[in-house]
């Protein structure tokens, strides 16, 4: 028995310390259930809590392009109008270079607490993990989603020289002079880069792939002529389109954009399926609090609807878009493999 002394026989002082033995074992499982539970006790009310206070200081908004162009312009308008609505600064940070890619890893690497975000575009989100052979980020694991801001169109364009009135007339024009034209790219691996190296292969036509420094530069070669045609974004071109400078012959968009209702989409005109457009969306580091992203969710979709900033935003000729964050993931979940397939094909490669 256990409460007996080595000879056999019964030990009361034995007894006595057994009995302590078990009392202090029940005691310490007693207290440690205890603390367990009320550990999750406060994680419970502090998480709402959190959420209700957010946010609580200034938020930093991480945008990988220049000051000045399109992006950043459209970034500007919603930081200006979410600063309003959460009653707290957005503040602008521009951290262009690489393609998009030192904003994203700032953003990556920051705090998971909804104090940074950022606003990404196609190039980060879905092509950047094909086209850069290392990447301090992982797209899909490094970020949770908040919102699929808006789409721009990229327009086909051509040189009033070119004797093409539609898309279908530019593939006829491609095919009876092989390699002969010249296509305008705004720099190796960008939307407009790869929009032409994808229609040179779902049309099957060949010409002269061009990179220059940025889109600005490649739409001053359209202008004097030393190239013929381009995708170039909408805003870049709208004001010589008016012109009549270069001629307008169709969107990317796999429907015609709200921004210009009388171009078709190329896919209708002559190549069906085809789609490039430059797309924004914002998210912040991978495990921030649900009720943050839901709250953030939530401020970016009512500012979307407001008259003001839908005109603001289809004025730089974006189509506005919102809804949950699990939008953005399946729209990047369909971007990622379709832009590595024409990386891989054209063996388009960053400068």
């Not at 074992?25 to 009320?38: E, K, N, P, T």
């Not at 950022?118 to 490094?142: Q, T, W």
């Amino acid at each position: 028995m256990k409460n007996q002394a080595q000879d056999g026989t019964w030990s009361p002082a034995l007894e006595e310390r057994t009995t302590r033995k078990r009392a202090a074992r029940s005691s310490f499982i007693i207290h440690r259930s205890a603390l367990v539970l009320l550990c999750a006790a406060l994680v419970a009310v502090m998480q709402p809590a959190s959420a209700q206070q957010y946010p609580a200081r200034p938020i930093r908004f991480v945008l990988g392009f220049a000051p000045g162009g399109a992006s950043d312009t459209m970034a500007r308008v919603v930081a200006t109008r979410l600063s309003e609505s959460l009653g707290q600064p957005v503040v602008i940070d521009n951290r262009a270079g690489a393609g998009g890619n030192i904003a994203a890893e700032i953003v990556a690497r920051s705090a998971p607490d909804g104090y940074t975000m950022l606003l990404g575009n196609n190039g980060m989100l879905a092509v950047n993990v094909s086209l850069y052979s290392k990447l301090g980020f992982d797209p899909v694991k490094d970020f949770a989603p908040v919102v699929l801001v808006a789409s721009q169109p990229n327009i086909l364009v051509v040189h009033p020289a070119v004797a093409a009135q539609s898309a279908k007339d530019l593939i006829g024009l491609l095919k009876a002079k092989p390699g002969q034209l010249n296509y305008a790219s705004p720099g190796n691996g960008t939307t407009g880069h790869l929009a032409g190296e994808l229609f040179k292969g779902m049309a099957g036509v060949s010409y002269t792939i061009i990179p220059f420094k940025g889109g600005g530069p490649a739409v001053l070669a359209m202008l004097s002529g030393e190239t013929q045609f381009t995708f170039a974004t909408a805003l870049s071109v709208h004001p010589v389109i008016k012109t009549s400078k270069l001629r307008a012959l169709a969107v990317t968009t796999a429907k015609r954009s709200a921004g210009f209702p009388d171009l078709p989409t190329v896919a209708e005109a002559a190549v069906p399926g085809f789609d490039a457009i430059t797309w924004h969306g914002i998210v912040v580091p991978a495990r921030t609090p649900q009720p943050v992203i839901a709250r953030l969710n939530a401020e970016f979709n009512k500012l979307l609807q407001t008259a003001d900033m839908r005109e603001r935003l289809m004025a730089l000729g974006s189509d506005i878009i919102g809804g949950e964050p699990k939008q953005l993931t399946n729209y990047m979940q369909v971007e990622i493999p379709r832009w590595a397939k024409v990386i891989k094909e054209s063996g388009a490669r960053p400068d």
